[in-house]
């Protein structure tokens, strides 16, 4: 109503200037009338209720008419006759209900007023009535056209809001099976481990602070990815959110949590991370993660070897398990449940979002490797 009252208070003023008088719009040959105190009442049907035609479009084209009505009937033909022309589209465009029948009624109460209006020396006659009457007609297809569109726009908007809410919930699952599985596998591994050395306390103490360790790592990599989930934007939380770009060290730290969880890793590295990787030196940490996850998961206890080369314009990833550990194969450590898939399928979505390439099998030899090339240089 705020938006629409300076149009309603435009026309209404419009029409009392003494030179707009007699300059709106005319149906019929009624001859004009002087200015007067109906005049008024005509001018505030006409103009006022546009305030609410957003919100009350029925009452606003009704009142609108009324005073369209008694406008032409008296012959003042004001400025504020624009108005019914914003009416109709307004109903047109906003009314949600008994669409159908406003417009029967619009159309039958026309036919009376032209009645009134027609004059036998009407020059135009019945063409000039039609014209009038397919002007209204047009006004309110232009409402409807323009309804249409608002409505597409929104079925629109809603399915990209469901779309993007997908993907988002896809990639909060995505980071939470990457987080939970690495940790508590390496937990469950370092638990069952811990069964056989009751009588070696020192080994048993070693893997009881693994587990710990890995324990604790859990939940801080739980609470950053909660941070970034954080709907309230707190600011402590940035600092630990917005580690998006694991560094070489990370991975040293997380080869180490492998070893410690009694997987023999190699890790081998070339070059130093770009300063401008982006998005894939996280993509890279977490297909080096879920590789060393599955190693741990599947084949327990064989030599895994990991290689990272960081190139200008992309980088490289290998990691590849001796032994007969396989995707599909039976989990050797006991309590490790298999897997379902999500894990490398989530790799390579990851993957090849940034253009890269990916692929995971079974080796010539035995074993399991996987390999990753992520182009550099992506946004975070």
């Given at each position: 109503?705020?938006?629409?009252?300076?149009?309603?208070?435009?026309?209404?003023?419009?029409?009392?200037?003494?030179?707009?008088?007699?300059?709106?719009?005319?149906?019929?040959?009624?001859?004009?009338?002087?200015?007067?105190?109906?005049?008024?009442?005509?001018?505030?049907?006409?103009?006022?209720?546009?305030?609410?035609?957003?919100?009350?479009?029925?009452?606003?084209?009704?009142?609108?008419?009324?005073?369209?009505?008694?406008?032409?009937?008296?012959?003042?033909?004001?400025?504020?006759?624009?108005?019914?022309?914003?009416?109709?589209?307004?109903?047109?465009?906003?009314?949600?209900?008994?669409?159908?029948?406003?417009?029967?009624?619009?159309?039958?109460?026309?036919?009376?007023?032209?009645?009134?209006?027609?004059?036998?020396?009407?020059?135009?006659?019945?063409?000039?009535?039609?014209?009038?009457?397919?002007?209204?007609?047009?006004?309110?297809?232009?409402?409807?056209?323009?309804?249409?569109?608002?409505i597409a726009d929104a079925e629109r908007r809603r399915r990209v809001a469901e779309v993007t809410r997908a993907a988002e919930r896809?990639?909060?699952?995505?980071?939470?099976?990457?987080?939970?599985?690495?940790?508590?596998?390496?937990?469950?591994?370092?638990?069952?481990?811990?069964?056989?050395?009751?009588?070696?306390?020192?080994?048993?103490?070693?893997?009881?602070?693994?587990?710990?360790?890995?324990?604790?790592?859990?939940?801080?990599?739980?609470?950053?990815?909660?941070?970034?989930?954080?709907?309230?934007?707190?600011?402590?939380?940035?600092?630990?959110?917005?580690?998006?770009?694991?560094?070489?060290?990370?991975?040293?730290?997380?080869?180490?949590?492998?070893?410690?969880?009694?997987?023999?890793?190699?890790?081998?590295?070339?070059?130093?991370?770009?300063?401008?990787?982006?998005?894939?030196?996280?993509?890279?940490?977490?297909?080096?993660?879920?590789?060393?996850?599955?190693?741990?998961?599947?084949?327990?206890?064989?030599?895994?070897?990991?290689?990272?080369?960081?190139?200008?314009?992309?980088?490289?990833?290998?990691?590849?398990?001796?032994?007969?550990?396989?995707?599909?194969?039976?989990?050797?450590?006991?309590?490790?449940?298999?897997?379902?898939?999500?894990?490398?399928?989530?790799?390579?979505?990851?993957?090849?979002?940034?253009?890269?390439?990916?692929?995971?099998?079974?080796?010539?030899?035995?074993?399991?490797?996987?390999?990753?090339?992520?182009?550099?240089?992506?946004?975070?």
């Amino acid at each position: 109503m705020v938006r629409d009252l300076p149009l309603a208070l435009f026309l209404a003023v419009g029409s009392l200037i003494p030179a707009f008088h007699g300059h709106g719009t005319k149906v019929g040959d009624v001859p004009e009338r002087p200015f007067d105190a109906l005049a008024l009442l005509a001018i505030a049907l006409e103009c006022l209720p546009l305030a609410g035609r957003r919100r009350w479009p029925t009452a606003c084209l009704a009142l609108v008419s009324v005073g369209f009505a008694i406008d032409q009937l008296r012959g003042y033909h004001e400025f504020a006759g624009t108005g019914l022309a914003i009416a109709v589209m307004s109903a047109g465009a906003r009314l949600e209900r008994h669409r159908r029948l406003t417009m029967i009624v619009l159309a039958l109460a026309y036919v009376p007023l032209a009645i009134a209006l027609d004059r036998p020396d009407h020059a135009e006659g019945l063409d000039g009535f039609l014209t009038f009457f397919a002007a209204l007609v047009l006004v309110w297809g232009i409402g409807a056209w323009w309804r249409s569109t608002r409505i597409a726009d929104a079925e629109r908007r809603r399915r990209v809001a469901e779309v993007t809410r997908a993907a988002e919930r896809t990639s909060i699952a995505r980071e939470l099976h990457d987080v939970v599985t690495h940790h508590v596998t390496a937990m469950v591994v370092q638990a069952e481990a811990a069964r056989y050395l009751t009588a070696a306390p020192e080994r048993l103490d070693a893997t009881l602070d693994a587990i710990t360790g890995s324990g604790r790592r859990a939940i801080t990599d739980l609470r950053h990815l909660l941070d970034l989930l954080n709907p309230e934007g707190d600011d402590s939380a940035v600092p630990r959110a917005g580690r998006t770009s694991p560094s070489v060290g990370d991975l040293r730290a997380l080869v180490e949590q492998t070893r410690e969880a009694g997987q023999p890793v190699e890790f081998t590295q070339e070059g130093q991370p770009a300063e401008s990787s982006g998005s894939a030196e996280f993509v890279a940490f977490r297909v080096v993660q879920e590789s060393l996850t599955n190693a741990l998961k599947y084949a327990h206890g064989s030599r895994t070897v990991v290689e990272v080369c960081f190139g200008e314009r992309e980088i490289s990833v290998t990691v590849g398990t001796e032994g007969t550990g396989s995707r599909g194969g039976v989990p050797d450590v006991p309590g490790v449940p298999g897997g379902s898939g999500r894990g490398l399928a989530g790799l390579r979505d990851r993957v090849e979002a940034l253009g890269g390439e990916f692929g995971a099998g079974g080796r010539a030899g035995g074993g399991f490797a996987v390999r990753a090339r992520i182009p550099a240089g992506s946004p975070s």
